[in-house]
């Protein structure tokens, strides 16, 4: 029964379970009704190295596979498919297309064996009134010997390919208070990045729990964009980019614990991910 769903950021349930994947099966949109991943693949354990083709169907309360998603500016559209290493070590971040059957499909490469959590993040054109997106999980095995890795401690310069994302120092974050971070990136000869859009952002932030793996997702947004505020039951938090160079993230997260943040971002065609650690109390 590992193919059900998990709805979250559905304001009708408990705000906790918002981003609680750990809590299994469960029901969603009223009694016994929930989303649920459908013929999901690959159903056995994968090699790490080649590429993989990841697939389903997202089936509807009613039976029927949801084939209508949101649209327009933003990064709150379609799906999108986010799959970490359960240590953490690792993401994997696409908005793969969905065919009119509804079927949508994504060719991966995982880099080392593990276990990897699978998250498809689903913003349906025409969801249960309150509901703008949810989240449905599973898991993909890649087989081989996986070396689990300590999640680092927090570093406020991470480098990545040359690019130097510096976190400022900040008061301490809570759990489902929203609050902004302040990441700074210069490229490998120490200017201010320029951001280009990629996916509806011109930064994606995205949080999983260590041990858990609970999930949450911001976006970083020009001044004035549109459809990129995260809601998390009554609260809601908007990162913007106003000067080059500078990102204000933000952070809103289910609970307290010890999350890594991957900090996603498109600079002079490369795409760069930059994880941090961070406590939320
Ligand atoms: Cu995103």
């Not at 969905?98 to 025409?126: E, I, K, L, M, N």
């Not at 302040?182 to 995205?206: E, K, M, N, Q």
Request: proline residues 10%; contains cysteine; positive net charge.
């Amino acid at each position: 029964m590992t193919r059900l769903a998990l709805a979250l950021v559905l304001p009708a349930v408990v705000v906790v379970a918002g981003c609680g994947s750990s809590a299994g099966p469960s029901v969603t949109v009223g009694a016994a009704r929930t989303y649920q991943l459908q013929n999901f693949e690959p159903a056995r354990a994968v090699r790490a190295g080649k590429p993989t083709v990841v697939s389903f169907t997202i089936r509807q309360p009613d039976g029927t596979p949801l084939t209508q998603y949101k649209r327009g500016p933003g990064p709150h559209t379609g799906i999108h498919l986010i799959i970490v290493r359960s240590d953490l070590s690792t993401i994997i971040h696409r908005h793969p297309p969905v065919q009119a059957s509804g079927r949508t499909s994504q060719r991966v490469v995982f880099p080392a064996p593990g276990r990897y959590r699978v998250v498809v993040d689903a913003y349906p054109a025409h969801g249960p009134a309150g509901l703008r997106n949810f989240q449905l999980v599973d898991w993909i095995r890649v087989a081989g010997k996986a070396r689990s890795q300590p999640l680092p401690p927090y570093q406020p310069d991470v480098i990545v390919d040359g690019y130097r994302f510096t976190m400022h120092p900040h008061p301490a974050l809570h759990a489902i208070d929203p609050a902004f971070l302040t990441v700074t990136v210069r490229d490998p000869s120490g200017r201010p990045a320029t951001f280009s859009p990629w996916y509806g952002a011109l930064a994606h932030a995205i949080f999983f729990r260590q041990g858990s793996l609970d999930y949450f997702h911001t976006h970083i947004c020009s001044p004035g964009a549109t459809g990129c505020t995260s809601l998390l039951g009554g609260s809601k938090v908007t990162g913007t980019s106003t000067t080059p160079g500078k990102l204000s993230v933000g952070v809103l997260v289910p609970i307290a614990g010890t999350w890594r943040l991957f900090l996603q971002t498109q600079v002079n065609g490369h795409i760069l991910t930059a994880p941090f650690t961070v406590q939320v109390r």
